[in-house]
T-cell receptor
Framework: KAGVTQTPRYLIKTRGQQVTLSCSPI?????VSWYQQTPGQGLQFLFE???????NKGNFPGRFSGRQFSNSRSEMNVSTLELGDSALYLC????????????????FGPGTRLTVL | AQTVTQSQPEMSVQEAETVTLSCTYD???????LFWYKQPPSRQMILVIR??????QNATENRFSVNFQKAAKSFSLKISDSQLGDTAMYFC????????????FGKGTKLSVKP
């Protein structure tokens, strides 16, 4: 079974631009979560989607948004990019809605490295 | 709010030896999940092992095992017979049921396995 895939793997943007990142979960996984990883702040939760609905959101400004499609694929968008948005963005998928034993486990994609100049 | 602390920013071990990485967490929950993830230089986050708080038995996965002390809120990872491929950042993570995707990570421990 194929793992979580993320595209693109690398992106370079300039301040003020916007960017869209894509994530395809493991087949059958319906929950998709997004994380930002930076050297200073570590790994921080952005948001989680299930059945096309955002169920949870971390402490990030409204410039960070996302969506999920009927096939469980997810996108996240960052508008009006700032230098501090440079980071590795990780997507993770898990099996079902209700956390239960192994089904709570999140499996990560390879990440998208975003550089803002 | 839950927090996860990894007190060892860096560790090194000789190939074939055993190393233990520490993790403590703070929560008022009784049921929750704990994970160790590995992130090698390729940056792919890989699940190493998981533990459910209601299970008293410590989880094991081949050379990897945990020492889960619920009362002490401690969750250490032991790597036996260390291999060069174990060189990576190791992250301890916490999740409570119903948290809807919100994994809380520690700052990580950089492990170097030396030949």
């Amino acid at each position: 079974k194929a793992g979580v895939t993320q595209t693109p793997r690398y992106l370079i943007k300039t301040r003020g631009q916007q960017v869209t990142l894509s994530c395809s979960p493991i087949s059958g996984h319906r929950s998709v979560s997004w994380y930002q990883q930076t050297p200073g702040q570590g790994l921080q939760f952005l948001f989680e989607y299930f059945s096309e609905t955002q169920r949870n959101k971390g402490n990030f400004p409204g410039r960070f948004s996302g969506r999920q499609f009927s096939n469980s694929r997810s996108e996240m968008n960052v508008s009006t990019l700032e230098l501090g948005d440079s980071a590795l963005y990780l997507c993770a998928s898990s099996l079902i809605k209700w956390d239960s034993g192994n089904r709570a486990t999140q499996y990560f994609g390879p990440g998208t490295r975003l550089t803002v100049l | 709010a839950q927090t996860v602390t990894q007190s060892q920013p860096e560790m090194s071990v000789q190939e074939a030896e055993t190393v233990t990485l520490s993790c403590t967490y703070d929560t008022s929950e009784n049921n929750y999940y704990l994970f160790w993830y590995k992130q090698p230089p390729s940056r792919q986050m890989i699940l190493v092992i998981r533990q459910e708080a209601y299970k008293q038995q410590n989880a094991t996965e081949n050379r990897f095992s945990v020492n889960f002390q619920k009362a002490a809120k401690s969750f250490s990872l032991k790597i036996s017979d260390s291999q060069l491929g174990d060189t990576a950042m190791y992250f301890c993570a916490f999740m409570k049921p119903g948290s809807q995707g919100n994994l809380i990570f520690g700052k990580g421990t950089k492990l170097s396995v030396k030949p």
